[in-house]
């Protein structure tokens, strides 16, 4: 199975507050606004990427090729509320016959006796996210970003490319919302 993913942000909020972040890696006044948002839209970056996230809400597609019939398949991208249903199309047709659980690793359970006609190509579009503004982000995620951020502020110029790693906090954090066991 080969699987494309694709993000759609919603235009216009940041994933954190930009005062906070200033805060946090100690940057005085207005004149740096620019190179503190890039740094903080990078940790979110990092951050949605490694944990397999979405931080605000997006719209998530996924292209499938050539599914081998199972039960179901794991969606990449989480959170997803339980009330939401993803849109499933199976060669161009609209397919209905599959039952959902959101959360933060969401999955589509097929019913397999519908699942019968040719699967080269589907297409699973759904929102993941925790919210339209930054408040709607959970604090131990909004303290990873703005971790993940302080080292890239204060490792601007590293000397060699090992310098700069993921924040101890970020991994721990992020490898909780992706399942892994940290």
Same mark, same amino acid.
């Given at each position: 199975?080969?699987? !494309? ?8 909020? !940041?994933?954190? *507050? ?36 979405? !931080? ?7 292209? &499938? ?8 398949? *794991? ?32 999955? &589509?359970?097929?019913?397999? +006796? ?7 190509? &589907? ?12 408040? *709607? ?6 303290? $990873?970003?703005? *971790?993940? $951020? ?24 992020? +490898? ?5 066991? $940290?």
């Amino acid at each position: 199975m080969k699987m !494309l993913v694709q993000r759609f942000p919603s235009e216009g909020e !940041l994933p954190f *507050d930009l005062e906070d972040l200033k805060l946090h890696i100690r940057v005085d006044g207005d004149s740096e606004d620019d190179a503190v948002t890039n740094i903080g839209l990078t940790a979110a970056a990092e951050l949605e990427q490694f944990a397999q996230i979405a !931080l605000l809400t997006q719209t998530i597609r996924v292209t &499938i090729f050539d599914l081998e019939i199972g039960c179901g398949i *794991d969606l990449p991208i989480g959170p997803v509320a339980d009330t939401d249903t993803p849109i499933v199309i199976i060669n161009g047709s609209v397919f209905t016959a599959f039952d959902f659980v959101g959360g933060n690793r969401p999955h &589509i359970r097929w019913r397999s +006796a519908n699942l019968t006609r040719d699967t080269s190509r &589907i297409v699973i579009e759904y929102q993941a996210g925790f919210g339209a503004a930054a408040a *709607d982000i959970p604090s131990d995620l909004s303290q $990873a970003l703005m *971790d993940q $951020a302080a080292l890239h502020y204060d490792g601007r110029s590293p000397m060699d490319a090992k310098s700069l790693t993921t924040s101890p906090h970020m991994a721990r954090v992020g +490898a909780r919302y992706r399942g892994v066991m $940290a």
